[in-house]
Nanobody, 121 residues
Framework: QVHVVESGGGLVQAGGSLRLSCAASGRTFAMGWFRQAPGKEREFVATISRSGSSTLYADSVKGRFTISRDNAKNTVYLQMNSLKPEDTAIYYC?????????????????WGQGTQVTVSS
């Protein structure tokens, strides 16, 4: 069993930045970030392979968000720059038991409780 805990959410003005962190309790392979806005389905944001050499981003965040990881700390990060009001959502971290980069929620085995990100206009 792997436990995943997100942190770093908060309130920021449009154009600002936030860095989310995701700490995992055990060995993980591919890890991803998803988000869910009120009244909407959970959507893919970014994913990263175990080595960190491969990443994949949703078109809506490409060029603004960067996913990275520190395996010595069992931690994955999501650096979010140039934030927009439409980025407002609960952000979830997910861990997979395999190393495939998947954009769908079914590709991940363990989920955190989420951290709220609110971007004001």
């Amino acid at each position: 069993q792997v436990h995943v805990v997100e942190s770093g959410g908060g309130l920021v003005q449009a154009g600002g930045s936030l860095r989310l962190s995701c700490a995992a309790s055990g060995r993980t392979f591919a890890m991803g970030w998803f988000r869910q806005a009120p009244g909407k389905e959970r959507e893919f944001v970014a994913t990263i392979s175990r080595s960190g050499s491969s990443t994949l981003y949703a078109d809506s965040v490409k060029g603004r968000f960067t996913i990275s990881r520190d395996n010595a700390k069992n931690t994955v990060y999501l650096q979010m720059n140039s934030l927009k009001p439409e980025d407002t959502a609960i952000y979830y971290c997910a861990a997979s038991i395999n190393n495939q980069l998947v954009q769908e929620t079914f590709g991940y085995n363990y989920w955190g409780q989420g951290t709220q990100v609110t971007v004001s206009s």
